[in-house]
C-alpha cells in the first residue's frame, strides 16, 4: 500500500480510490490501517438475466 501511495504520489495524483469486494474483509483492514477511508458504497446491477433465452 505504501508503494501504491508513493507512485500516485510521484505522478501527481491527488487521491487514491480502491473498489474491493464485499466478502474480502483482509483487504479491508489492510487499508483501513494504511489510512484509507470507506466514503462510500459503490452499487451495481445486472440487467440481463444468465437464465434468460432472449
Do not use: N
Not at 7 to 20: I, Q
Amino acid at each position: 500500500m505504501q508503494w501504491v501511495d508513493e507512485e500516485a504520489s510521484r505522478l501527481g495524483c491527488r487521491e487514491v480510490h480502491l473498489d474491493s469486494a464485499t466478502y474480502r474483509h483482509d483487504a479491508h483492514r489492510r487499508y483501513l490501517s494504511s489510512g484509507y477511508v470507506i466514503p462510500a458504497f459503490h452499487f451495481g446491477k445486472s440487467l440481463t438475466s444468465s437464465d434468460s433465452s432472449s
